[in-house]
């Protein structure tokens, strides 16, 4: 009987032994694949990553005026100085470089009143249309950078420090080119430029 109880205490002691033991090698086996998958993440190719399409919004502020002249002057005063209209837009990426994007016009609304003339009323619907037209001009110029930039950080082969230093490179061409466009049209103020462009 004593025999046996030790021959149990013996076995249970080893088994205990085992079971520690293995528990250590799990844990340096947890350990290294944890770093070794962090380790991948941040320089090795980069799977492609679910990206949210661009938010887009449209924010007006009301001008009033019989005239069109009393209009643009009411532009002047409460756009978005020192213009009339204005796009926003604004890129981000996260850190498993998954993209996100916002745009934010900013054109006038016109508040006619009663007495306002046909002349007058035609006058200014195609100022604000042009004005429109150029700022929907800049979101066309948006969309295609933003295209490229969903192919960037689409390509699995890349690391995903390496597609934000191209990504950089892109965002500094589309605000070149958004820079190009205002130039030319004086920030849809030329009706000559305003709206023919294909930015």
Same mark, same amino acid.
């Given at each position: 009987?004593?025999?046996?109880?030790?021959?149990?205490?013996?076995?249970?002691?080893?088994?205990?032994?085992? /079971?520690? +033991?293995?528990?250590?090698?799990?844990?340096? &086996?947890?350990?290294?694949?944890?770093?070794?998958? *962090? !380790?991948?993440?941040?320089?090795?190719?980069?799977?492609?990553?679910?990206?949210?399409?661009?938010?887009?919004?449209?924010?007006?502020?009301?001008?009033?005026?019989?005239?069109?002249?009393?209009?643009?002057?009411?532009?002047?005063?409460?756009?978005?100085?020192?213009?009339?209209?204005?796009?926003?837009?604004?890129?981000?990426?996260?850190? /498993?470089? +998954?993209?996100?994007?916002?745009?934010?016009? &900013?054109?006038?609304?016109?508040?006619?009143?009663? *007495? !306002?003339?046909?002349?007058?009323?035609?006058?200014?619907?195609?100022?604000?249309?042009?004005?429109?037209?150029?700022?929907?001009?800049?979101?066309?110029?948006?969309?295609?950078?933003?295209?490229?930039?969903?192919?960037?950080?689409?390509?699995?082969?890349?690391?995903?420090?390496?597609?934000?230093?191209?990504?950089?490179?892109?965002?500094?061409?589309?605000?070149?080119?958004?820079?190009?466009?205002?130039?030319?049209?004086?920030?849809?103020?030329?009706?000559?430029?305003?709206?023919?462009?294909?930015?």
């Amino acid at each position: 009987m004593v025999i046996q109880d030790v021959h149990n205490q013996k076995n249970s002691s080893d088994c205990f032994g085992a /079971a520690i +033991a293995a528990m250590r090698i799990l844990k340096r &086996t947890t350990l290294y694949c944890l770093l070794a998958w *962090w !380790v991948f993440c941040l320089y090795g190719p980069q799977a492609t990553q679910a990206d949210e399409p661009p938010r887009e919004e449209t924010v007006y502020y009301p001008v009033h005026g019989d005239t069109l002249a009393a209009v643009l002057r009411e532009m002047t005063e409460k756009g978005p100085k020192p213009y009339w209209g204005f796009t926003h837009w604004n890129v981000r990426w996260s850190g /498993a470089c +998954a993209l996100s994007a916002s745009v934010t016009l &900013t054109l006038p609304e016109w508040q006619p009143s009663a *007495w !306002v003339s046909a002349h007058e009323t035609t006058r200014i619907e195609n100022k604000i249309a042009q004005l429109t037209a150029h700022e929907q001009g800049h979101v066309r110029l948006f969309q295609r950078g933003y295209s490229a930039l969903q192919d960037l950080f689409h390509a699995s082969h890349l690391s995903c420090p390496d597609k934000k230093k191209r990504g950089e490179e892109i965002l500094a061409k589309m605000r070149l080119r958004d820079k190009t466009y205002d130039d030319q049209t004086n920030h849809g103020k030329n009706p000559a430029n305003c709206c023919h462009e294909d930015p």
